[in-house]
């Protein structure tokens, strides 16, 4: 199962800007949230709702 940090390799960003754009926050340039994105689906991430709980 793919992690953000698999997403932010292949998006060659940071896994604090993945979970930015996973969590819709409005700081991250347009065409870095495209970048995320496209990796996300290219990958097939999918939040891990028991790790979302502990937070």
Do not use: Q
């Not at 604090?16 to 995320?36: A, F, H, L, Y």
């Amino acid at each position: 199962m793919p992690t953000i940090y698999d997403v932010a390799k292949r998006a060659g960003v940071s896994a604090m800007t993945v979970s930015r754009v996973i969590n819709g926050k409005k700081d991250v340039k347009p065409e870095t949230r495209e970048r995320v994105l496209k990796a996300i689906e290219e990958i097939g991430y999918v939040p891990n709702s028991l790790a979302r709980s502990f937070v």
